[in-house]
């Protein structure tokens, strides 16, 4: 699979500041690319560079391979950029803001435009600015996946609208990779990024924690191991526990222990053996490993 997005080793300073510090990112045609991390992480500092809005200070960047800042037009054409927070002309209307957004582009769709407003329950004919937060973001979506573009760059695209919008939106993103094209998707909302993404780059401090296959991952996950512990076997438990690896099980009676795969089988005979009772194992769930990684000290 040849990258639609190749990053290596980004780096972008606002003065002394380096909000992108040495950044790799690798985005596959025909990928859900999810790209996670804490607020001020340097996400949207990332995508303003790929769409050629910033100047790297270092680092190679490619998108549908070019240089986002020597060819800026051809990748406005190339790409749908749905920001966060949408900022329209006030006083068009929902359709003259449509039809603003594909002249710029230079191509357009008309009946997935149409289709796309019907589903979204878009009035398009009242002034954005009597528009709720949700509608803004509603008009910069149907324009985004109606246009005929090879790469969807999403920055916290769904800000706002509410849980039926949410599943068309995944809907949405699941049409346009079967039409063959790419999304790159920065999101907060990680049930959003589970339900969508099979690969993920998670980013902190303007540089790169984890990146890879969702698949791996969870497969990396380990398990959550539950159980209840009367005092009279704590000490048995915890030192069957301590055995198997994990030194510090924390206060009964219930215990809630996560734990790597290849210590699974241990803890759990060391839980049955101690004599715990209501013993139960489930997989981590993807959400939770993302979540660990926003646990951060304030920079
Ligand atoms: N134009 C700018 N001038 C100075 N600092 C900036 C500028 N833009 C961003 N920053 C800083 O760079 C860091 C990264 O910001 P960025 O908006 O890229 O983070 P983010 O990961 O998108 O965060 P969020 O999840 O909150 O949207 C932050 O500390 C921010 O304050």
Not at 23 to 38: I, M, S, T, Y
Not at 115 to 134: E, H, I, M, N, P
Request: charged share 25%.
């Amino acid at each position: 699979m040849s990258a639609v997005v190749e990053v290596d080793g980004l780096v972008k300073t606002f003065g002394r500041f380096a909000a992108v510090d040495g950044l790799d990112l690798h985005v596959g045609a025909g990928e859900v690319h999810g790209f996670l991390g804490p607020n001020g992480a340097g996400k949207s500092t990332t995508i303003r560079v790929l769409l050629g809005l910033y100047r790297a200070t270092a680092g190679r960047v490619r998108v549908l391979g070019l240089d986002p800042a020597r060819r800026p037009a051809e990748l406005t054409r190339r790409i749908s950029y749905v920001p966060g927070d949408v900022a329209l002309w006030p006083t068009l209307t929902g359709q003259e803001v449509l039809d603003a957004l594909a002249a710029l582009r230079g191509t357009r769709d008309r009946a997935a435009e149409r289709r796309l407003v019907d589903a979204f329950a878009l009035d398009t004919r009242r002034q954005v600015r009597t528009y709720s937060k949700g509608n803004r973001q509603k008009v910069v979506l149907v324009a985004a996946f109606a246009a005929r573009t090879e790469l969807l760059v999403l920055d916290e695209p769904t800000t706002g609208l509410d849980p039926l919008m949410e599943e068309l939106f995944q809907r949405c993103v699941r049409e346009a990779v079967a039409q063959g094209r790419t999304v790159l998707l920065s999101s907060h909302v990680l049930a959003e990024v589970e339900a969508l993404c099979e690969a993920v780059t998670i980013v902190k401090d303007g540089r790169l924690v984890e990146s890879g296959p969702v698949a791996q991952m969870r497969l990396l996950g380990g398990s959550q191991v539950t159980a209840t512990v009367a005092p009279e076997q704590a000490v048995a438990v915890a030192a069957g526990l301590r055995r198997a690896g994990i030194a510090d099980p924390g206060p009964g009676p219930d215990l809630r222990l996560d734990v790597p795969r290849a210590q699974v089988p241990a803890v759990l005979s060391a839980l049955a053996g101690g004599g715990a009772l209501d013993i139960t194992c489930t997989p981590t769930r993807l959400e939770d490993l993302f979540r660990r990684h926003y646990e951060v000290r304030a920079r």
